[in-house]
């Protein structure tokens, strides 16, 4: 039973008696933001949501006035559906999986932030709007053509290599952390990295490779992938550790061959 | 070119973009609602993979088998043909998604790979690492954009189906959904609507599903007249990750992959699991089912798993087993297992791959579901359902990585028949009779009064009182005066839902007034659940009274179903169809016994 390698994870030993949530809140989209504190009693195990969950059933802050259930997205709680993106503690992330002692182990103190996302309008409290995301994923054709849904065989021989090249691309769960610590988007003059990896994605596919054209079409306007500004923000903050930069590169690489090369194809 | 036949689909996990696709790609428009944006739908949780006989590892493996395999899992609850024609059509499903460009794990020659799954002993099950759901999901997700694109598919995300509107010959025109955003109530009118909206996990308040599984939908169409089938069937899963908010799952292909049950030989042994020498551990699932192993059917572990426990030989005394992948090479572990052995250490700390897991069971799956015949149709015209809320493959226990492939093949299968429907079906009077604007009238005034209500109780509270009563009594033993009991508890919770007040005065986006109303219709599903497993009175599959320890095929081989009225459910039962494979013990002490 080898344990080479594995180290084991800091624990918090001394923990407070309450902890603090300290929430950023807005009444509906355009309203003023403002803050409030709400104070639960520590228990271990507690993650960001539970203690959500804990305050949305009785709202009364930390000044003992009855207020609003705060608002925020959850669902599958597996980090894996996405929906349930904030920022906590200064840093974007996922609610489910952000565990109370381990923020408080990185704070030291006694109080967690929670704010929305500030790339995406804000429609109350922690809730956001993302369907621009899906709209860039229109904008670079992230699918595979298909001749119809009927029986036609397997798909093309693939290599394990290239498959799980794939699927560490495929893993993007359209979170929009990346999004919000890219210091190039928002106000809609960059499609961002999650829509450039989803269309290397595809690109890389023997029958997506078909239509490929089509994807970089997507990526080479004044929004493309020229917008990118190298910062490499993205990659630090992807929750699924999508390898975005490497499919920016790429991706570019790709476009830049298309431009180069492209018209002796007209 | 519109052909003029709209469909509406409530749901937009697998079964519900398998049915908008082919909709779509047949050129008919759809409606597709979700609670959520579709890719985020509880499908991403699907972590092990994907069956179908494609035998490639030249074990014999075939359709028949797979079709032996789930109605013996099931034992022997389930219609045997259209469980027969999902097997058939499984192999084409699986390379129907190679093609879409799932990244599935590949052999050395470039084919899909396959590992082992609960309840079998071939390579039947196709994975992408081990978060398979997640890129069915959005593989399907990527051609259902490809179609809204196109025009041929309206999405309504942030859209909860409120009510069916049914016109005098109850025949389903359409429904009425609410807005989440702004409690807007808007009638889709729809030639036929097709439910695809997943279990209802969250009745038993902890669960392995997301919190967005709360069987409103189904309930409501139940409330409507649908007939409600086999609803004491709820799987519960051996190996959950016990947690303050959910039970997170650990997938079943840890032991699919070799992972193995344990507990240590001497009770309330102190050391630390690395440290207990192989000789004092007790292996209990291998020890009792040397054929199968660690590898039973989910119902035989989790009832294992639940009696170790209880006779006190959990670890440290607790509800808890070990789940140990430790004897494999960590970098396959990676390789197969990977994000699953990420959630584990995201939110317990241990890593997987060198300190044993601690696991429980938890609840995971509704075998029940509407009533279906074997085209996808409910009893309702117009009203088709597939997936987790069709009651139809599965009988009494659902085999892993069946689930994906019945959310498929059930949106594969209602899509025709919902168009055929469609085609036929006598039109545009419904329009113009006003029945859905009284029907969205309706709707606003239960809205309006549950904004109004003030009697002081706390709907959260009492969704942890229904959880708590559900887990205890209606999950893995059951007994006849604890079920009674908790059919008293949820009218007692039923009369105080009457009396609760929505704490949140800013309407907007508010989660409160869409919560009152799914509760209420959980508790009305949570009674058909659980006086369905009262009156059951035999031991099958999931359903397990130890004052009935027997399966009892004389009186019980048939599919319960509930309908109705307002004062209880009303019962009746139905016979199975079994002409494909007759009826036999399962036991899985020895190798499977025998069939054909």
Known sequence: ?266 | MSSGIKIAIVGGGLAGLAAAMKIAEAGHDVDLISVVPVKRSHSVCAQGGINGAVNTKGEGDSPAKHLDDTVYGGDFLANQPPVKRMCDMAPEIIYLFDRMGVPFSRTQEGLLDFRRFGGTLHHRTAFAGASTGQQLLYALDEQVRKWESAGKVNKYEGWEMLSLVLDDAQVCRGLIAMNLQTLELKAFAADAVIMATGGPGLIFGKSTNSMTCTGSATSICYQQGAKYANGEFIQVHPTSIPGEDKLRLMSESARGEGGRVWVPKADGDARRPQDIPESERWYFLEEKYPAYGNLVPRDIATREIFQVCLEGHGVGGENQVYLDLTHIDPETLTRKLGAILEIYEMFVGDDPRFVPMRIFPGVHYSMGGLWVDFEQRTNIPGLFAAGECDYSIHGANRLGANSLVSCVYGGFTAAPSAIEYAKNVERGASEVNGIHDAELKRQQELNDAVIKSEGGENQYQIHEELGKWMTDNVTVVRYNDRLKATDEKILELQDRMKRISINDSNLWATQAVPHARQLSNMLELARVITLGALNRNESRGAHYKPDFPDRDDENFMKTTIAEYSAESPVFSYEAVDVSLVEPRKRDYSSGKSKSH
Not at chain 1, 38 to 62: C, D, G, H, Q
Request: with cysteine.
């Open chain 1, 1 to 266: 039973m080898s344990t080479n390698g594995h180290t084991e994870k800091k624990r918090l030993t001394d923990p407070p008696a309450t902890v603090k949530f300290r929430i950023q809140r807005r009444e509906k989209e355009g309203a003023s933001a403002y803050w409030e504190t709400f104070e639960i009693k520590y228990r271990r195990n507690l993650n960001v949501i539970s203690a959500l969950m804990e305050i949305r059933k009785e709202p009364v802050t930390v000044d003992g006035k009855r207020t609003t259930p705060p608002v925020w997205d959850m669902s599958c709680l597996e980090q894996v559906c996405g929906i349930c993106t904030m920022v906590i503690d200064g840093r974007v992330r996922q609610s489910c999986s952000a565990l109370v002692d381990d923020l408080l182990l990185a704070s030291g103190g006694d109080t967690i932030s929670l704010q929305p996302m500030s790339k995406f309008p804000n429609v109350r409290d922690l809730k956001v709007d993302r369907s621009q995301m899906f709209e860039h994923l229109k904008q670079v054709h992230a699918w595979i053509e298909l001749d119809g849904s009927h029986a036609l065989g397997p798909g093309p021989h693939v290599s394990n290599e290239l498959a799980q090249e794939r699927y560490a691309l495929s893993r993007c769960m359209t979170c929009g952390c990346c999004l919000e610590a890219c210091p190039q988007y928002g106000d809609g003059n960059y499609i961002g990295p999650q829509a450039i990896a989803q269309a290397r994605l595809f690109n890389m596919h023997p029958v997506g490779q078909i239509t490929k054209e089509e994807r970089l079409d997507g990526l080479m306007g004044d929004d493309g992938i020229t917008a990118c500004g190298n910062a490499q923000n993205c990659v630090k903050a992807c929750p699924m550790s999508v390898p975005l930069t490497k499919a920016i590169y790429e991706t570019n690489r790709d476009i830049t061959v298309d431009a180069l090369f492209g018209w002796l194809k007209k």
